[in-house]
């Protein structure tokens, strides 16, 4: 990563293949933390995950880390920037977009 800017990766035309001639665009892309289940689900606390949306960035996330991960993602809260915020919504890379899964607390 470069200093001063966000994460950066490569977008691929649809039906393209890497390597090659390819229609490519380097693009911003978000910042994903996780926490409790979601973090050993996925093996990592953070990482960042290609998509223009909140939805894309899961859809991603989930194919990166896989059925234990997805089944996680069932149970959690997502926020974006600290503030719950619609699945749809757009992501860039200053944005952090966060998984919480729901904690169980101490006693009454």
């Known amino acids: 990563m470069i200093a001063g800017v966000g ?6 035309a649809p039906g393209t293949r890497s390597g090659g001639d390819c229609a490519c ?3 911003p892309v978000p910042n ?3 926490f409790a289940s979601a973090r050993e689900a996925a093996g990592t606390g953070t990482d960042v995950v290609d998509g223009a949306t909140v ?3 899961l859809a991603a996330a989930e194919q990166r880390y896989g059925d234990r991960f997805a089944e996680v993602l069932g ?3 997502v926020w974006v920037n600290g503030e719950a915020i619609s699945i749809d919504a757009p992501v860039g890379q200053h944005d952090e977009v966060a998984v919480l899964p729901p904690v169980s607390g101490g006693s009454t």
Do not use: F, Q, S
């Open 7 to 12: 994460a950066i990766g490569v977008h691929r």
């Open 25 to 27: 665009r380097l693009v």
């Open 32 to 34: 994903l933390r996780l």
């Open 55 to 57: 939805r894309e960035v």
């Open 75 to 77: 149970t959690c809260r």
